[in-house]
């Protein structure tokens, strides 16, 4: 059975299911604000979806973990601040401390934003965050479950998507890119033509063209560096009414659904993940998947659909590689919510993220099969990690849309699975 074939007048009503998640993502950000992870504003925005979820699902807790609020996106001004004296250390001939600049920005970025490891939290001050998990049982033995999640935090600023959008974003990564092979290659070259790890200042008698002509080019990246250390305003933490309140209350909606209609498959969990922290590296959904291995293992196949920016259709896509396409999520399930989509009269195609990751990452990473909606523009959007993102712009069609994919992903797991 179809979901539109569930209940008489299906589209009528997804429209008040729609108005719902509009109405609460209003409501959050009037009544609580921004919510960067940890913050009371989070907490308090998790409060209230656990109380509507305790509405329409069988079992709902809350599960509180720790992480820095900061710690994840402290690697674009540290690895600025580090290139930066390797320009230094070039010129004056310190080539190993250069080396070690470049090579220490380079850990920092593949741990942090690559692999999404936690190198930097041991640096700063952890927070406590949470996790709010609902549960529709099935009505008789639970044979599969179906988890839909969105994140309940807001990220901080980013400077440049705001004053400058994709070319400038675009231009400073870009930069980093060349200044940390550059001062690699740079720094080793500098030590071969020296003959040991310090050698003489580039400019000086001992140094050569060579040496001069990569001076200047690292000099030039030097503006575009210092920009970087301002990348992430942490004095403005942005209300994230898109990015990702859309997700969560569209899945709160698909239990409220089921529940208000008196709709319970016979052998389908149907759960509401809504994880605080992916704004911090992903740190809520990894900490669910940790504290909740023995269930995610328990014999239950089990799929997790990640719904994150529902905003944009006409940019409307799948992930089947996540976390800037390090990670692949799982093939069958970007396949359900494609044929759910198909079923509701859209065609999503199936890629990979550009830049980022969304939580199906660190649940594929976990071994549960995984994958992620979502429907922004990626150049990225205006509103993307800005102060635009705020309840004036949200679309009614994109999350009436995601809504319609969302319940049809239920129904349609329920008859077929993966």
């Known amino acids: 059975m179809k979901s539109n074939e569930s209940i008489p007048n299906f589209d009528v009503k997804v429209r008040e299911y729609t108005n719902y998640s509009l109405k609460s993502i209003k ?21 209230y979806m656990q109380a509507d979820l305790q509405k329409w699902c069988d079992e709902v807790k809350r599960e509180e973990y720790k992480c820095s609020d900061k710690a994840f996106m402290a690697w674009v001004p540290i690895g600025a601040v580090l290139l930066i004296l390797g320009v230094i250390f070039f010129t004056l001939g310190l080539a190993v401390l250069g080396l070690a600049c470049a090579a220490l920005a380079l850990f920092f970025v593949v741990g942090e934003f690559i692999l999404y490891k936690p190198v930097l939290d041991g640096f700063f001050k952890k927070k406590t965050s949470g996790n709010v998990y609902g549960v529709r049982k099935a009505s008789g033995e639970a044979k599969k479950r179906i988890i839909f999640s969105g994140h309940t935090d807001s990220a901080f600023e980013w400077t440049y998507t705001y004053k400058g959008g994709r070319p400038v974003v675009a231009t400073i990564i870009g930069v980093a890119v060349v200044s940390i092979l550059l001062g690699l290659g740079a720094n080793i070259y500098a030590m071969i033509h020296f003959g040991g790890a310090f050698g003489s200042v580039v400019w000086g008698a001992e140094g050569n063209l060579a040496l001069r002509i990569i001076a200047v080019i690292m000099y030039l990246t030097v503006p575009v560096l210092v920009m970087a250390i301002n990348f992430c305003n942490y004095k403005l933490p942005v209300m994230g009414a898109n990015d990702d309140l859309t997700g969560c209350l569209i899945s709160c909606a698909v ?30 959904s990894k900490a669910f998947a940790k504290a909740n291995k023995e269930m995610l293992n328990d014999g239950v196949e089990t799929v997790f659909v990640s719904l994150d920016t529902i905003r944009e259709p006409e940019f409307i896509k799948i992930y089947e590689k996540d976390m800037t396409g390090v990670v692949k999520n799982d093939r069958c399930v970007a396949e359900l919510i494609q044929s759910a989509a198909k079923n509701v009269g859209v065609d999503v195609p199936i890629g990979v993220i550009e830049l980022g990751a969304t939580d199906a990452a660190a649940m594929s990473q976990a071994g549960v099969p995984a994958s992620a909606l979502t429907a922004m523009d990626p150049t990225p959007a205006k509103y993307y990690h800005t102060r635009l993102d705020t309840a004036d712009n949200l679309s009614p069609q994109a999350i009436e849309l995601g809504v319609k994919i969302a319940l049809e992903t239920a129904f349609l797991y329920d008859e077929k699975g993966i």
């Open 255 to 284: 239990a409220k659904f089921l529940s208000d209609n008196d709709i319970r498959f016979e052998n389908t969990e149907v759960a509401v993940l809504c994880a605080g922290g992916e704004e911090a590296g992903l740190r809520g």
């Open 27 to 47: 409501n959050i950000c009037k009544n609580f604000g921004p919510r960067p992870v940890g913050s009371d504003a989070e907490k308090q925005a998790q409060e």
